[in-house]
């Protein structure tokens, strides 16, 4: 199984990102797909998921109304598009697999996402 995330970077107040995650070595389609964060100093928090069936979706209040997570089966990847980006988004943000045909929960490295003027 493996995560790999990018697509992080810096960017000012305002601003917009998208992350990906491209994930392969399991049967994406039937996976519960999260997004996570840890800022400097602070727990990892999660952030958004997206379900197997139906692409129901879910986010923290921190983040309602700003990330957008969805997916592309046909490219077993998943994304997170962030806007409105506060200077409190900043943090790693990491791409976590669980369920489906998987027995633990898998995470990728992790990308930088940094917001500053």
């Known amino acids: 199984v493996q995560l790999v995330e990018s697509g992080g970077g810096l960017v000012q107040p305002g601003g917009s990102l998208r992350l990906s995650c491209a994930a392969s070595?399991?049967?994406?389609?039937?996976?519960?797909m999260s997004w996570y964060r840890q800022a400097p100093g602070k727990e990892r928090e999660w952030v958004a998921l997206?379900?197997?069936?139906?692409?129901?979706?879910n986010y923290a209040n921190s983040v309602k109304g700003r990330f957008t997570i969805s997916k592309d089966n046909a490219k077993n990847t998943v994304y997170l598009q962030m806007d409105s980006l506060k200077p409190e988004d900043t943090a790693v943000y990491y791409c976590?697999?669980?369920?489906?045909?998987?027995?633990?929960?898998?995470w990728g490295q992790g990308t930088q996402v940094t917001v500053s003027s």
């Open positions: 997206i379900t197997p069936s139906y692409g129901l979706t």
């Open positions: 070595g399991f049967t994406f389609v039937s996976a519960v």
């Open positions: 976590q697999a669980r369920g489906g045909d998987l027995r633990i929960d898998y």
